[in-house]
C-alpha cells in the first residue's frame, strides 16, 4: 500500500510530517486499523512500543503514529532513524487538528444558527409585509371620497406609510349635515397595524354617528371618549373636529389632543387654531369648543403627523415648513396637484407614517 492510498486530509498531513533532519520525506508504510480499537482516544495517536509490536510484529519501527479521520483509522510507521523525532511532532499536529476540529464544529453551529435566524426574520417579514397589507386595505376602505359641497372647495388625501410596517391609524371625514352645515374630521390612533386600523374604524364610525345627529362638537368628542375608553384594548385617539355653518359664516370646532387645525386668511396669513384644548379620546372627559369666524376667501386645514414629523424630522419645524408653504397653495390653479407636489418637498418622497389632510377653501357667496 502506497503512502497516499486510501488517506484522509489528517492522515496525509501526519504522513508529509515524516521528515529527516534536513526536512526531507522518509520512506512511510501504511497499514489499516480497526477503528473501534482505538475509538474515544483521539484523532492522532502515538501508540506505545508494545501496542506497535502488536500492530506491525517482527519490524524494525522508529516512528508510528496512528490516525483517525473521515476515511479510515491507519497506521503510519518509519524505520528510518529519523523516525524517533515524530513523538513530539505528532503530539503537535494533534493539538493542531483538535483546535482546528473544535473550530470547523463552533463554525458549523453558528452556521446552523445563522441558517435558522435567517429563516425566521424570512418569515416575520413574510408576516409583516402581510399585515401592513391588510392595514392599507383596511384604512383604504374607510376612508370616503369627499362629497361634493356647495360653496366649498376641498382637497383630500390619505396615503399609507410608504416605508416600514407603520400604517393604519390615520383617517378623515368630510359629513353633509342636515341642517345645511359640513362637519370636517380628522384624526390618528395611537399604534399602528391592524389593530390601529380596526380602532380606527370605530371611533369613524361613532364619530359620524354623534355627527349625523348634530350635536355641537364638545359633546361629540365626550362621547366617543367614554366609548374609546370601554374598548377591550386600551386606546388613545387624537381628533379634531370642526362644523361650518355657512349661514353665519362660522366655524365651531373641538380638540381631542390633535394637532392645532390651520386658517389661511384672505392676505395668505396662516393661523393655527384649536392648540392643547383636550385630551385624546378615551383619556379626555370635557372637551371645550370654540367659534371663529370662516368668511369666503378663507382656508382651512386639519392634518396629521404624516408630513411634518418623522424619524427624521422634528415636529416643530415640520409645521412650521407646511405654515410657510400654505401662502403659495393659493395662488395656483389646482389645489390637488399642488398638496401633491408640497407633500413631496416636505417629506422628501418618503413618509414613514400613514399621511390625512382637509383643505377647504371658501368660495364667495357659497351659501349651502
Partial sequence: MTAA???????????????????????????????ADFRGRGRVVVPDAATVAELVPSQRVTGAVVVADEDATVLLHTDDPEGARLAPTAAGVDAATAELTGT????????????????????????????????????????????RIPGLDLVTRYLPAATGSKVGGDWFDVLRLGSGATAFVIGDVVGHGVTAATVMGQVRTAIRSYALLELPPSKVLRNVSQLTSRFAEPSFVTCFYAVHEPADHSLTYANAGHLPAVLVHADGTPEQIGEALAQPLGVGAEFPQEKVAFPPETDLLLYTDGPVESRTRD??????????ALGGLRAGPDAGTAWDR?????????????????HVRRRDGGAA
Fill in 104 to 147: 470547523v464544529s463552533r463554525l458549523r453551529a453558528e452556521a446552523g444558527v445563522v441558517d435558522a435566524l435567517h429563516s425566521i426574520g424570512r418569515r416575520l417579514t413574510a408576516q409583516l409585509e402581510r399585515e401592513r397589507t391588510l392595514a392599507a386595505e383596511l384604512s383604504r376602505s374607510m376612508v370616503p371620497a369627499a362629497p
Fill in 315 to 324: 415636529l416643530t419645524l415640520g409645521i412650521g415648513g407646511l405654515l410657510a
Fill in 5 to 35: 492510498d486510501g488517506l484522509g486530509p489528517v492522515a496525509e498531513a501526519v504522513r508529509k510530517a515524516f521528515v529527516d533532519a534536513e526536512g526531507r520525506p522518509v520512506a512511510v508504510r501504511v497499514r489499516r486499523l480497526d477503528a
Fill in 342 to 358: 408640497l407633500i413631496h418637498d416636505l417629506t422628501g418622497g418618503s413618509h414613514d407614517d400613514d399621511i390625512a389632510l382637509i
